[in-house]
């Protein structure tokens, strides 16, 4: 008995020895991951937000450290950026979330714009031949589907109360706030600047005397500000049913538009499951047609084929990469214009990604009919927002009121700024049926390893150039090792619906000789709508970058 009193102790000992060293170990790992995490701008421990700007970004932080869902931080994001980037976004066009909850199931809440019952006869016969900074008209216009979806997603997902969403944007459109550098920006180009001046845009972004606002002036938006007071406080049915719903509908009847309040009010979100795919070890996961992300997985399979890593993107074979790049994403226009939208699977089948790929040379490209590509009218617009919120789940939504400005119509007695959203019909489609909804380049996505210890949430908006600039910055992140700041930073190659070749200002003039060589037709072309924001989770920490094209800045904690 008196020899197991020392050998009992010495086992506590041992015990309380190896315990201490174990929390040494956590305390030491915990230390390093923090150090690790917190060592560089946009790196986060918790949770985060990528928006078009960093003030909308912070009202996203804001909400997730008030104890708020992912989906009520991208709800009062998006509500921010209908003010910071209204070319892009607003309570008149619509969105598409996809969202995946803290247990990894995903799903999907569609509210993009839809046909309204009332048409104009043979309206495709109008569509524009080519892209226009003039939108083509108030016949174009979609029922807004926005803030239906906002209702149907915080109903679901929501923790905060649907009034706290709102206060942020209804103080900074009351009160305002410094014009922003992105929207000036814009303003500089003479097409934008005319656009403006020359359509019912000039009342809000006019002085008196009609001279645009720029620098040092002030944005306010007060008729917006009270449209979302009501909306705050009386539910998303304040906008299609009650005085709010019979102030836009006169509006763009007086502007010529179709609309009517029985659209409004029988506007339907739709919610779905989630498409996914394999991409490698980890899943994809998307929007179902009529969204681009079908086609997004087309090009991203198709490439992964050809057994990417970083030395893919190093010396002569960063040529080859770029050549065949660019031959994957003249056979993704090829796929653009299926008349029916939901006979798509094909683009997700790994037989069809191995056959296209096969046609791919390493040494030439081929004419259009080789890839039975149709031209049709390039599109620009639209806004994304990733958020991550600290519980693991996660938020990719799109927004758009499609062209710049949408219609370039603006609702006086409410506020808002109309989409053109019908015109996405335009070569994608031989008739519009009442209800239909077009087709949409947006792709909002979620991408994750087997058990969620890595994240990527990422989406884009500039209309055609969505799928590529996503297609670029998620093979640089997964495939060619860069960080997320540098994969989306990287310039873009996009090829236009006539198979031109267009490459942003500053891309690399040696890899432009590459592409000559492989005979590959470059435009002069250097306008660059894309943005692309993202989130990316893995050894611990969260990285996060909103694409500074258009001067976004990430937030998170």
Not at 126 to 135: D, E
Not at 328 to 348: E, P, S, V, Y
Request: proline share 5%; with cysteine; aromatic share 8%.
């Amino acid at each position: 008995m008196s020899k197991s009193k020392p050998r009992f102790a010495c086992i506590v000992f041992a015990c309380i020895i190896g315990t201490a060293s174990l929390i040494c170990v956590c305390v030491l790992l915990l230390m390093r991951r923090r150090s690790c995490c917190e060592e560089d701008d946009g790196v986060f421990t918790h949770a985060s937000v990528a928006a078009d700007s960093q003030t909308c970004s912070d009202i996203g932080r804001d909400v997730l450290l008030e104890g708020g869902s992912a989906v009520d931080a991208a709800i009062s994001a998006l509500l921010c950026t209908s003010l910071i980037n209204p070319q892009s976004m607003g309570l008149g066009g619509g969105s598409i979330f996809t969202i995946m909850d803290k247990n990894g199931d995903v799903m999907v809440i569609n509210s993009r714009e839809m046909a309204p019952k009332d048409l104009t006869a043979n309206l495709l016969d109008k569509c524009p031949t080519k892209f226009t900074f003039n939108p083509p008209g108030p016949e174009w216009i979609g029922v807004p589907g926005e803030l239906r979806g906002y209702a149907v997603a915080h109903l679901k997902f929501g923790k905060l109360p649907w009034t706290r969403l709102f206060q942020p944007t209804i103080k900074l459109a009351r009160e305002g706030f410094p014009f922003p550098k992105y929207l000036g920006k814009l303003f500089r180009y003479k097409p934008v600047k005319t656009l403006v001046q020359n359509t019912s845009l000039c009342q809000l972004f006019c002085h008196k005397n009609k001279t645009i606002l720029g620098p040092g002036d002030t944005l306010r938006y007060p008729k917006l500000a009270d449209t979302l007071e009501t909306i705050a406080r009386e539910g998303a049915d304040a906008f299609y049913n009650g005085k709010i719903a019979q102030d836009l509908i006169q509006d763009v009847k007086a502007a010529g538009g179709l609309l009517s309040l029985e659209d409004l009010s029988s506007f339907g979100v739709i919610v779905n499951k989630a498409l996914s795919v394999p991409l490698g070890d980890l899943t994809m996961h998307f929007p179902p047609p009529p969204f681009g992300g079908p086609l997004l997985s087309f090009i991203l399979n198709v490439m992964q084929g050809f057994g990417l890593s970083p030395l893919s993107v190093k010396g002569e074979e960063r040529k080859l990469t770029l050549h065949r790049y660019i031959e994957t994403l003249k056979f993704a226009n090829g796929q653009k214009n299926i008349r029916d939208q939901q006979k798509t699977h094909h683009l997700m089948d790994s037989g069809f990604a191995d056959h296209i790929r096969s046609m791919i040379s390493s040494s030439r490209t081929y004419p259009a009919s080789y890839y039975n590509v149709t031209p049709s009218t390039d599109r620009f617009g639209t806004t994304h927002v990733s958020v991550l919120a600290n519980d693991g789940s996660a938020v990719s939504v799109t927004s758009t009121i499609n062209h710049l400005f949408g219609s370039s119509i603006y609702s006086p007695k409410t506020g808002i700024i109309l989409n053109n959203e019908l015109s996405d019909f335009c070569g994608r489609a031989n008739s519009i049926s009442a209800g239909a909804q077009p087709p949409s380049s947006m792709s909002p996505v979620i991408i994750h390893s087997k058990n969620r210890e890595k994240v990527l949430v990422i989406g884009g908006s500039g209309g055609s150039q969505i799928i590529t600039s996503m297609a670029t910055a998620i093979m640089n992140k997964l495939w060619f090792g860069m960080n997320l700041k540098d994969a989306i930073k990287d310039k873009v190659v996009v090829v236009n619906s006539d198979n031109s070749v267009f490459l942003e200002k500053g891309f690399d003039e040696s890899m432009k000789a590459a592409i000559r060589y492989f005979q590959h037709n470059i435009t002069n072309d250097t306008l660059s709508f894309h943005h692309v924001n993202g989130i990316m989770k893995e050894d611990g920490c969260i990285t996060a970058f909103s694409d500074e094209r258009k001067n976004g800045k990430a937030s998170g904690y």
